[in-house]
């Protein structure tokens, strides 16, 4: 990283959302720089209270600066954008106004600044709070125009204060209607953005998962198996794997239905899960055969869990609709070895499978 990206780092953060607000406090500080050359301008040409500018400054600059520690620190402080938000264009609004009574001739062009500060809002407020800082930049400007007009009729004549406000009350009320509608269409983006993500995370699901059991699905389960026989090759981590059938499920069809049959199926799924560890990943293979892979596990531990799961897969009473059904399943155990594909690991799991039936089913056989 170079000196110049630690620097922004520690200046704005890492957070996207943190640095966008950390921008919008140094652009309003530009925006305040401008009003200070202004009213240094006006001051050496004659037309501003000298004592009245310099307070002003002050002003900018105090209550500018330390917004900074509160921006940059609001997520620690729990303050959300809104509110940092509303505090600025308060401030701004009250020192853009001030400026605007102590400039003179050239007050003016403090209304332009008031309707960039507007915009500003649009990014953080509501519709609904941006009109209310609208509203309190036209009520502030009609009381500073008409208290200026009273204060120094000759130089704040009422004509042309006049014409100074319908000007910017109607910048105004043009600015906020439109950063309303901006608004409004950013919550639409919002909206359809947490949609889309939703739609997007309900799809990855079905993507990965198997409807009727809602364990992984086969073609999820190639693709861990591939990254977890990465490891295993490549760092010479432990892997096991091993096929599982539940014994005679098609007498459960034929006997109960099928509809029996996929109630087995979804039972014995949660049964299994419950015997595995949560590294394990237990997936619907195809039909009622059912694939288990245990990362860095070796070839004994991994016989301990489907000891296990057999146990509890025997003890449980799976239920028909009519009277409690016992099952039993077989196993195929086996473990990676190095350089061998995926599909000639599962080929062997799967006659540790066949042995296992052969042999009378209900156990586990270790290839």
């Not at 406000?165 to 309303?180: E, K, N, P, Q």
């Not at 155990?333 to 350089?339: N, P, V, W």
Request: hydrophobic share 50%.
């Amino acid at each position: 990283m170079t000196l110049a990206s630690q620097l922004s780092c520690a200046f704005a953060g890492t957070d996207a959302r943190l640095r966008r607000q950390v921008v919008y406090w140094a652009i309003t500080v530009g925006l305040y720089a401008v009003c200070v050359l202004l009213l240094a301008f006006q001051v050496r040409v004659g037309v501003a209270d000298p004592d009245v500018v310099s307070m002003l400054v002050t002003i900018l600059v105090a209550g500018t600066l330390p917004f900074y520690v509160p921006v940059r620190m609001s997520r620690r402080l729990a303050l959300s954008p809104s509110l940092l938000a509303m505090a600025q264009a308060v401030f701004a609004i009250g020192c853009i106004v001030a400026a605007y009574a102590a400039i003179g001739p050239a007050r003016a062009s403090t209304l332009a600044i008031l309707v960039v500060v507007l915009v500003f809002c649009a990014f953080a407020l509501t519709p609904r709070q941006s009109h209310a800082m609208s509203a309190l930049a036209v009520a502030l400007l009609g009381a500073t125009m008409v208290a200026m007009n009273r204060l120094q009729p000759d130089r704040y004549p009422a004509s042309q204060e006049l014409v100074n406000f319908v000007i910017a009350a109607s910048m105004l009320a043009a600015v906020t209607f439109l950063t309303g509608r901006l608004s409004l269409l950013r919550d639409k983006l919002k909206a359809q953005h947490a949609e889309l993500a939703q739609a997007l995370a309900r799809i990855q699901e079905m993507a990965t998962r198997d409807d009727l059991t809602l364990l992984t699905n086969r073609r999820h389960m190639n693709e861990l198996l591939a990254y977890e026989k990465e490891r295993h090759d490549r760092k010479g981590r432990a892997l096991s794997i091993a096929l599982l059938d539940i014994d005679w499920f098609k007498r459960v069809n034929d006997a109960h239905g099928h509809a029996a049959g996929d109630n087995v199926l979804r039972d014995f799924a949660q049964q299994a899960l419950g015997a595995v560890r949560a590294t394990d990943v237990l997936a619907r293979w195809g039909g009622e055969e059912f694939l288990l892979m245990l990362p860095d596990t070796e070839p004994q531990a991994a016989a301990m869990v489907l000891e296990r799961m057999r146990a509890r897969i025997a003890a449980h009473a799976f239920s028909t609709g009519e009277s409690p059904l016992r099952i039993s399943f077989s196993g195929g155990l086996t473990s990676a070895r190095k350089g061998e594909t995926i599909a000639a690991m599962i080929a062997r799991s799967d006659a540790a499978l066949y042995a296992a039936k052969a042999g009378g089913r209900d156990r586990i056989v270790s290839e």
